[in-house]
């Protein structure tokens, strides 16, 4: 019988972490964002805190890939990794941003796990 390589656990993916309240439209752009770069994505609802500098952080600390998004009540996007400060995040998008810019969130958050440039 082969040697296990790799510990059990969950799927290499861009941990997404979204506040109950988050808008379900931003949550499904961000994921859109991530897959078309060919990145799975997993999604946690996370009830608090309810700030998305805060929850990419989490997640990106969580992620086996070290990269996660984090989505706020008002629909704030921001994509860290695990190797960066929590204030300090890859990119951040306000609440009132254009459903083109939630899906760049997530195409970002893909390239940071593929090192390509962030465009």
Same mark, same amino acid.
């Given at each position: 019988m082969?040697?296990?390589?790799?510990?059990?656990?969950?799927r290499?993916? &861009?941990?997404?972490?979204?506040? =109950?309240?988050a808008?379900?439209?931003?949550? +499904?752009?961000?994921?859109?964002?991530?897959?078309?770069?060919? &990145?799975?994505?997993? &999604?946690t609802? /996370?009830?608090? =805190?309810?700030?998305?500098?805060?929850?990419?952080?989490?997640?990106?600390?969580?992620?086996?890939?070290?990269?996660?998004?984090?989505l706020?009540?008002a629909?704030?996007?921001v994509?860290?990794?695990?190797?960066?400060?929590?204030?300090?995040?890859?990119?951040?998008?306000?609440a009132?941003?254009?459903?083109?810019?939630? +899906? +760049?969130?997530g195409r970002?958050?893909?390239?940071? /796990?593929?090192?390509?440039?962030?465009?």
């Amino acid at each position: 019988m082969p040697e296990q390589v790799t510990a059990p656990g969950p799927r290499p993916a &861009v941990l997404v972490y979204r506040h =109950p309240g988050a808008p379900a439209a931003v949550l +499904r752009q961000v994921c859109a964002g991530a897959e078309e770069e060919g &990145v799975p994505t997993d &999604v946690t609802e /996370v009830p608090r =805190p309810d700030d998305a500098t805060a929850l990419a952080h989490a997640a990106a600390g969580e992620s086996r890939l070290g990269v996660g998004i984090g989505l706020d009540a008002a629909g704030a996007a921001v994509v860290n990794h695990g190797t960066l400060p929590e204030r300090t995040p890859v990119v951040a998008t306000p609440a009132q941003a254009h459903p083109s810019d939630w +899906r +760049r969130v997530g195409r970002i958050a893909a390239r940071v /796990v593929k090192h390509l440039p962030l465009v």
